[in-house]
């Protein structure tokens, strides 16, 4: 079995899903803190299929002691952590006691059982601001935020942990920037309150939600002067997860993969390709820089198509149909 952390969240509930249509069974382990139950009931519609589920955190020691002592596993797919990036500038020791103690505690939780793979869910934000584009995996890391340190902080622990012991099996995944939903509209990205990020930003202020998009910033070097990211398909995402399970199931070692489309887009394009693919306006107006971006960030992520044989193959236009449908159920 497979042992899903944070498996009701945006990323985790979509991997559960392609991990269950592929035939594996799954436990997902979530206290909630940034998903909502009913997600669960959606998973097991899509994949048609049950799994386990335990309402736990990782900081809780027993409840993980008692579901590895229930279940046979084989290995973790680990989501579970806090990712706002302002949050963790003004919390940081909250989101280095959650995101890497709970880390580990659940290593020493799987080492006491015998759980020796894992595939971990990092992110691109380890590169900081990158001298150039595209980023390969042997860039130079710099992480600029207590998240992105958090991140950092696990990756170590984690190539530390495979050169004290060789039988573990490690990949460690890069997110770039993750948008959209399940063609089928009842997943998606649904955080609570004013969003953070772009796309579900975008698509508050197209139903009507908000009232306008701040683009924040106009004045970088980039092509149309508004920031440059490298969105993918959350279920491409998800994807890649599949195929580095299938990886480390069949050889030792560590790995890291950059997973992205290796294409950079603006934030007016994103604009651009969202009223164009959904029909729906988006009033926006410039804005000042947000502290902490980067003008430009996306991947070279060949290593991941030659090593894992896997790659992006939904275009943005479908990111922007999907996350759409997902906010907005046909009416
Ligand atoms: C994208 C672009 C903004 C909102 C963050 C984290 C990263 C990962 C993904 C967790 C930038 C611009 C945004 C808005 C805007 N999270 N923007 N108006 O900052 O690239 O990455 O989320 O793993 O770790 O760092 O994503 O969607 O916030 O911003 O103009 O209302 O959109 O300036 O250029 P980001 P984002």
Known sequence: MILITGGAGYIGSHTAVELMMAGHEVIIMDNFSNSKPQTLELIRTLAGKNFPFYEADMLDTTALEEIFTRH???????????????ESVAQPVLYYHNNVAGTINLLQTMSKHGVTQMVF??????????????????FPVAAVNPYGSSKLMIEQILNDLYNSDPQWRICILRYFNPIGAH??????????????????????VASGQLP?????????PTADGTGVRDYIHVVDLSLGHLKALQKISVEPGIHTYNLGT??????????????????????YQIAPRRPGDIAE????????????GWQAARNLTDMCMDAWRFARPAV
């Open 72 to 86: 046979k596993i084989e290995a973790v797919i680990h989501f579970a952590g806090f990712k706002a990036v302002g």
């Open 121 to 138: 869910s990092s992110s691109a934000t380890v590169y900081g601001n990158p001298q150039t584009v595209p980023i390969t995996e042997d």
């Open 183 to 204: 063609p089928s509209g009842l997943l998606g990205e649904d955080p609570n309150g004013i969003p953070n990020n772009l796309m579900p930003y975008i698509v508050k």
């Open 212 to 220: 306008v998009l701040n683009v924040f910033g106009s004045d970088y």
């Open 262 to 283: 290796g294409r950079g887009y603006s934030v007016l394009e994103v604009i651009d390709a969202f009223e164009a693919a959904t029909g729906q306006k988006v009033p």
């Open 297 to 308: 960030c996306y991947a070279d992520p060949s290593k991941a198509r030659v090593e894992m």
